[in-house]
DNA sequence: ATTTTTTTATACCGATCGGTATACAATTCG
DNA sequence: CGAATTGTATACCGATCGGTATAAAAAAAT
C-alpha cells in the first residue's frame, strides 16, 4: 500500500558501492550519492536510514557480487590452488573493465576522521575475517601435509592477503591485470619452489 | 626583521605529517592541524600556503626523514639484499611505536574526493617512482646475472613495492612487526629458492 | 469519494569545511 | 624615539557537510 517507490533499490545500492569504492566513505558526499543514484535525500535516508547504513548494505553488496570467489576458492582440494585462486580473484576484481580499480574494503576507509572511525573498525575486521577464515583452511591444510614445510598456516594466511592488498594499492595506481598476474606468478613460487611436507 | 615567529617551523611540520600520516589528507581538517601545530591559521597560511602545500611539504619530509632507508638499500651490492633492506625497511617504518602505523603515502589520499585528486595523482607518482628507482636498481642487477632466473627487472620491482604495499595496510590494520617480517622471510624465499642467473 | 499510508520534492537546519580580512603585538632599522 | 616590517589573534567569509521538517503527490483501503 501507499505510494509505490520510483526507483529500484538494488541498482541505486549499486551506483552507490561503486562511488563508495572509487572515491572512499569520507570522499563521497551525499551529494555524490543522491545525484548518482538519481533519487533524494529523504528518499535516501528512507531506505538506508543515513550515509554509515548505506555503506555498510553497499560493502554487503560488495561482498556478496564481487568477492564471491574467495568462499568458493577455500574449497579447492589443494592449499596451492586456494591460495591462487584467492589472488587471481582478487587481481580480477581490482582490475575489473567495469567498476573502480582497487578494493571497496581498502579504499573505503584506510585513513579517516574521527567520523568514519566505525566504518575504518568494520573494515578491518572485514579483512581479518577473511585472513582467520583463509588461515583455518590453512591448518586444514597443514593436518593434510598439504602446506609448504616450515611455516604456520596463519601466517602463510598472511602472506596471501598481504600480497592481494599489495596488488589492491597497485590497481589504485594504475596497474593493469597482467601485471598484478605477474606479480602473483612469482608469490606462487612459493609453493612450487618449496618442498611441501610429507 | 619583523616580529619573530613563535614556533618551530619542524616541530610544526613534524606534527603535521604525524596527523596527514594518521588520518589521510581529507581525514585531516585544519582545526585538527592548528590545535596539534600549536599554532593558528594565519600563521599557518603564512608559513606554508595553504592545506595542500603543507600536505606536500610533510610528504617531502616524510621522504626524507622516514624513507631515506630506500635509496640507502639500492645501494647494497647484492639485489637480494637490496630487496630485503628494502621490505624490511617498509615493515620498519610502518610499525615504529613512535608514530602511526602504516604509510603516509598510502593513508595520505588512496580513495577521495575530486578536491583531493591532485593530491592523490601526486602519490601515486611517489610510489610509482619508487618502483623505476627499483627496477632500474634490478636492470641493473640483471646485467650482472644477479636476479633470480626467468624474471623480468621491473617485474620484481613491481613484486617488491606491491608486498611493501601490502605490509602498509597489514600495519595500518594492527599487524606487528613481528607478523611483517615473517611475511617478508616468505617473500624472500622467491631468491633463496630460485636458480639464480649464472 | 475519502481516508490512510508511503514516497517524493523543496527548502531548510546547525556544524564544519578551507581560507582570509582586520587589527594588534613584537621585533629591526633609521 | 618613530617607522617599517613581520607574526599573531580574533572574528569572519561563502560553501559544503550530513541530516531533517514540511507538505504535496500517488497509490491502497474503506
Same mark, same amino acid.
Given at each position: ?10 541498482? $541505486? ?11 572512499? @566513505? ?10 548518482? &543514484? ?6 535516501? @535516508? ?16 560488495y561482498? *556478496?557480487t564481487k &568477492? ?22 582478487? $587481481? ?16 573505503? $576507509? ?43 598456516? @596463519? ?15 597497485? $590497481? ?8 598484478? @598476474? *605477474?606479480?602473483?606468478? &612469482? ?10 611436507q610429507?
Open positions: 500500500m501507499g505510494r509505490p517507490r520510483e526507483f529500484d533499490v538494488d541498482d $541505486a545500492l549499486e551506483t552507490a558501492m561503486e562511488l563508495f569504492w572509487r572515491k572512499g @566513505y569520507e570522499g563521497t558526499s551525499l551529494t555524490d550519492l543522491t545525484e548518482g &543514484m538519481g533519487i533524494t535525500k529523504p528518499s535516501l @535516508y528512507g531506505v538506508f536510514g543515513n550515509k554509515e547504513g548505506l555503506f555498510l548494505k553497499a560493502l554487503e553488496r561482498e *556478496r &568477492m564471491n570467489f574467495f568462499h568458493e576458492a577455500l574449497k579447492e582440494p589443494k592449499a596451492r590452488d586456494v591460495a591462487e585462486k584467492i589472488l587471481r580473484g582478487f $587481481a580480477d576484481s581490482q582490475t575489473a573493465e567495469t567498476g573502480p580499480s582497487g578494493c571497496l574494503g581498502i579504499n573505503g $576507509a584506510l585513513a579517516c576522521s574521527e567520523a568514519a572511525a566505525e566504518i575504518q573498525k568494520c573494515l578491518i575486521e572485514n579483512r581479518q575475517r577473511g585472513e582467520r577464515d583463509l588461515g583455518r583452511r590453512f591448518e586444514r591444510a597443514a593436518s593434510e601435509g598439504d602446506l609448504p614445510a616450515g611455516h604456520e598456516p @596463519y601466517d602463510l594466511a598472511r602472506y596471501i592477503m598481504t600480497i592481494s592488498q599489495g596488488t589492491a594499492i597497485q $590497481a589504485a595506481s594504475g596497474a593493469d591485470r597482467s601485471a598484478l @598476474y *605477474r606479480v602473483i606468478d &612469482m608469490a606462487l613460487q612459493f609453493w612450487s619452489d618449496a618442498v611441501v610429507n
